[in-house]
Nanobody
Framework: QVQLVESGGGWVQAGGSQRLSCAAS????????MGWFRQAPGKECEFVAA???????YYADSVKGRFTISRDNAANKVYLQMNSLKPADTAVYCC???????????????????WGQGTQVTVSS
């Protein structure tokens, strides 16, 4: 069984930067897509970014050019570097992985079988 643990959340002022980390442990095996999703209060969970095992990246339009996802397969970690943060980025950020099966639709929560507990990111104006 694979466990995902996020770290790096917290409070930051608008325009600032923050880096989130997600560490995978257990029988990690070949994880396909790894992604970040976020959920703001009163809103549905939404896709932020995803990365393939070979490093191809995908982003939501709302974060493109500001966020960068990266992956270290040897260390079983995935990162989300967030720059030029806005109050609208405030949310609980969750790391997700496709461990059991590969699905091409990387932006759908239902296509990930393993999730972390989430880390809060608060951006103040």
């Amino acid at each position: 069984q694979v466990q995902l643990v996020e770290s790096g959340g917290g409070w930051v002022q608008a325009g600032g930067s923050q880096r989130l980390s997600c560490a995978a442990s257990g029988r990690t095996g070949n994880k396909y897509f790894m992604g970040w999703f976020r959920q703001a209060p009163g809103k549905e969970c939404e896709f932020v970014a995803a990365v393939t095992r070979l490093g191809t990246t995908y982003y939501a339009d709302s974060v493109k050019g500001r966020f960068t996802i990266s992956r270290d397969n040897a260390a079983n970690k995935v990162y989300l570097q967030m720059n030029s943060l806005k109050p609208a980025d405030t949310a609980v950020y969750c790391c997700a992985a496709q461990v059991k099966n590969y699905y091409s639709d990387y932006d759908r929560t239902a296509k990930y079988d393993t999730w972390g507990q989430g880390t809060q990111v608060t951006v103040s104006s």
